[in-house]
């Protein structure tokens, strides 16, 4: 027989799915959601209600958009330089880019990186994609904005091999990034440095 009620129960065994949230955290949130006002609750579950519904991938540079939105604003935006795309991982590295304001061209999300390990290879990324755009916005310009990680460092070399033929310019983000650190951790200063004085790759 349980001693949490069973309402409680499955709201902390949801919690715990979360990446980072043990046992003891889960059952933290949840009680604190149990203690605090109902309307914050509501709002926290109509939010979650809404999520799946109300955000979609854009079409082009697979970015995380508005459902109402054909593409992300920042490719439709037409003060963007489309001929330079970086190239991330995932979606939030280009929250991470963007606090940085120094740049002013499109992104390409990846979808993840290179990782065998975790049954992830180029197959499962949007590198197809990635030489349509290169050649339908006639781009000059990739910046490999992979972590400074084993896995982005895999990706960058396999996607520099990828574009060769392409005979465009591809460059990776200067020294500045701590190996190990996710773009979405980095602070803003390191991070536009490494922005400002990225390098042509093979140099």
Partial sequence: MSVVPKALEELIEALGQLPGVGPRSAERYAYFLL?????????????????????????????????????????????????????????????????????RGTYHVLGGLISPIDGIGPEQLHIPELKKRVKKDKVQEIILATNASVEGETTAMYIQQELAALKIKVTRLAQGLPIGVDLEYADQITLGRALERRQNVGE
Avoid: M, W
């Fill in 35 to 103: 203690k605090t006002s109902r309307s914050k609750s509501d709002r926290l579950a109509q939010a979650l209600l809404k999520l799946h519904d109300g955000v979609k991938k854009c079409p082009v540079t697979y970015a995380l958009i508005d459902a109402k939105d054909e593409v992300s604003p920042l490719y439709d935006d037409n003060s963007r330089d489309k001929t330079t795309v970086a190239l991330v991982a995932d979606p939030f590295d280009i929250i991470a880019l963007e606090k940085t304001s120094l740049f």
